[in-house]
């Protein structure tokens, strides 16, 4: 055997030296990296627990990736899972339309007619006062949210204001009912109840509305576009956040519909038994809202309140007036001088959201349209032959339309499309718009026809020889028009209004999407002097003209923003994205001190023992 000399003890030394250095090295860089992504997958973390399931059954949870440009141009684009969260909370909006369409459908007739009319009423205000009045509780329901947006994203929160406004609407109700009962023969207190009612209905409505629909995709976890393969087929697809926003929203107006379908009940309680009746089973029904509330309290995901968001919102706005609109000036980044309070991503949201609230400026002329069909529609149906329906039963149609047109359209009509062209929201609304003009169009021909008929010809609504010799079932074509209309327009405005908002802002923007039926309501109060006989026909033919043309108007003052919608989209993403370079930029600077300190302390170690085994 061999004697080793002192230097080749020493060469040994320096090359086990070398690779204990190099393992060290690699156990701390490889525990800073660990940390870092500890850290980095905090957000990763809580969107996995928004749900059980974070994909699809059929889909492969290890195919993570997002789609690259040639990839973006040819697999197809699906829509990813729908928590059970978002089906609970749906509960709610359910339990508050069958509450609402179930109480305001015998509103016409309530206020329009007397006790000895046919069909019978309570206050009298003849149908102009009656439109007018319906018209001011369907603005005063969609102006409320304003109020109801800003106090959830600046002291309340969503969840609290739910619970808020159930309370308040129970009230009303509560009233409503109370002031109906056949034992109350005071015109002052019917009258006197059924406005307190509706104010407080109001408030209520606006304090859901504003919250629940951008509460229950709340639910869904935050994504980016990604690749997935799915199981069963093995087929490639990218699964698009903005579908799965899209699906939570057709299924929350689904659940409107189902809700709405009350007006059958209540309708009928109306004809046969009385108002009071027609009043009572939306307030025993609202209970229901009460109790997922309570039972979901602990399961919801709630999004914490903004510091102050709403009041740094308008001091953005302030600044952006003063400077002609240049967003630069607003940014932290390039006025570090002024420590803004705010980050550069938040400018960028605020001016994604400023594009959107441009897009609802056209919405109160489609609103002025929708309107029809719960005031007016109901007195033209009281003028034509009913067989043994309520006139206000008609209603019904158009939340059974909806039922059957949202599946057909999400499942079949727009993947069908998706083949050929992307379907993008600007193109949505301006399709709703066509059919909203068309809805107004049937009514004109048809309201010319009942005119054209006898007994009452061009003066039926207080016709005592009443009704026109016109069968009912021609007003159901209105109706389902209205229907997809409402599928292309005000879906598509629920889905901008909260995928185009800043995450702490979400409510209070989807009340200014909800404020813009208020705009439509004041419109179509405005033109209540029309709303009589012989005038209905000119009113529908200038709302189908005005709907039409608006239409147009917007698909070419917005269409750019359809070749913009992917890049707004990713705005949601780029903290993200600036976070995960300065975490990285920390790693690289850690492991480089890291190395420094290694490097200084290894020729310490070495002189030492260099002078050892010298010795």
Same mark, same amino acid.
């Given at each position: 055997m061999s004697k080793e000399t002192p230097m080749n003890q020493l060469d040994h030394t320096e090359i086990s030296l070398d690779n204990s250095i190099k393992k060290e090295s690699s156990v701390e860089k490889n525990h800073i990296k660990f940390d870092s992504i500890e850290n980095t997958s905090t957000t990763s973390t809580?969107?996995?627990?928004?749900?059980? %399931?974070? /994909?699809? /059954? /059929?889909? %492969? /949870?290890g195919d993570d990736i997002e789609p690259t440009?040639? *990839? @973006?141009?040819?697999?197809?684009?699906?829509? $990813?899972?729908i928590p059970f969260n978002c089906w609970l909370l749906a509960i709610i909006e @359910?339990? *508050?339309?069958? =509450? #609402?369409? $179930?109480?305001?459908?015998?509103?016409?007739?309530?206020?329009?007619?007397?006790?000895?009319d046919n069909p019978p009423g309570a206050l009298s205000l003849n149908s102009t006062g009656a439109t007018g009045l319906s018209y001011f509780f369907q603005f005063?329901? #969609?102006?409320?949210?304003?109020?109801? &947006?800003?106090?959830a994203d600046t002291y309340w929160g969503k969840f609290n204001t739910l619970c808020i406004g159930t309370i308040i609407y129970i009230i009303g109700i509560f009233i409503l009912f109370i002031t109906s009962l056949p034992a109350i023969t005071s015109y002052n207190t019917a009258l006197g109840g059924f406005i307190v009612a509706i104010i407080?209905? &109001?408030?209520?409505? $606006?304090?859901?509305?504003?919250? @629940?629909? !951008?509460?229950?995709? %709340?639910?869904?976890?935050?994504?980016?576009?990604? !690749?997935?393969?799915?199981k069963k087929s093995g087929k490639r697809v990218i699964e698009d956040p903005q579908l799965t926003i899209?699906?939570?929203?057709?299924?929350?107006?689904?659940?409107?519909? !189902? &809700? =709405?379908?009350s007006v059958i009940a209540t309708t009928e309680l109306e004809l046969h038994v009385g108002f009071w009746a027609a009043y009572l089973l939306p307030f025993c029904f609202f209970w229901i809202a009460v109790l997922v509330l309570a039972f979901g309290n602990r399961k919801f995901v709630k999004k914490p309140i903004g510091d102050r968001v709403i009041s740094k919102c308008f001091t953005i706005i302030g600044i952006l007036i003063k400077n002609n609109f240049n967003f630069q000036k607003a940014k932290p980044t390039y006025n570090p001088e002024k420590n803004y309070p705010w980050s550069d991503k938040f400018v960028d949201e605020i001016q994604r959201s400023l594009k959107a609230c441009k897009v609802f400026l056209f919405y109160p002329i489609y609103w002025v349209c929708y309107g029809q069909m719960l005031n007016n529609f109901v007195t033209q149906g009281s003028t034509m032959q009913l067989h043994g329906l309520p006139n206000d039963f008609f209603q019904a149609i158009n939340s059974i339309a909806l039922i059957v047109f949202i599946p057909i359209v999400e499942k079949f009509v727009y993947p069908f499309i998706r083949k050929f062209t992307p379907l993008k929201p600007i193109t949505k609304v301006t399709i709703g718009f066509v059919f909203g003009s068309l809805a107004m169009v049937w009514a004109a021909v048809l309201q010319h026809f009942i005119y054209q008929a006898g007994p009452c010809y061009d003066h039926p609504v207080k016709c005592p020889n009443g009704p026109n010799h016109v069968h009912v079932a021609w007003q159901v074509p209105a109706y389902c028009l209205i229907s997809l209309s409402e599928i292309f327009a005000s879906i598509t405005g629920l889905e901008i209004a909260y995928s185009k908002a800043p995450e702490s802002m979400k409510s209070f923007i989807m009340s200014m999407f909800l404020v813009t039926n208020a705009f439509g309501a004041a419109i179509g109060c405005a033109l209540s002097s029309v709303s009589e006989d012989p005038k #209905? !026909?000119? @009113?529908?033919? &200038?709302?189908?003209?005005?709907c039409f043309c608006a239409g147009i108007a917007f698909w070419f003052t917005f269409k750019h923003y359809n070749d913009e919608e992917d890049a707004m989209n990713n705005i949601d993403f780029e903290s993200d994205n600036e976070n995960e370079k300065n975490e990285y930029s920390q790693i690289e600077n850690l492991e480089l001190s890291q190395t420094k300190t290694t490097d200084k302390d290894d020729v310490h170690t070495d002189i030492e023992r260099i002078s050892s085994l010298s010795s």
């Open positions: 809580i969107n996995k627990q928004l749900t059980n %399931d974070s /994909d699809y /059954d /059929d889909m %492969d /949870d440009e040639e *990839e @973006l141009k040819t697999l197809p684009r699906e829509a $990813g899972h @359910l339990a *508050e339309r069958f =509450s #609402y369409y $179930g109480l305001s459908a015998p509103f016409q007739n309530y206020m329009q007619n007397n006790p000895s005063w329901c #969609y102006v409320t949210p304003i109020f109801a &947006g800003f106090m407080l209905i &109001g408030i209520a409505t $606006g304090m859901i509305k504003a919250n @629940l629909s !951008v509460m229950i995709a %709340d639910q869904l976890p935050k994504k980016k576009l990604r !690749v997935v393969t799915k899209q699906n939570v929203f057709m299924a929350f107006y689904f659940m409107i519909n !189902v &809700g =709405s379908l #209905y !026909v000119w @009113l529908y033919t &200038g709302l189908a003209v005005t």
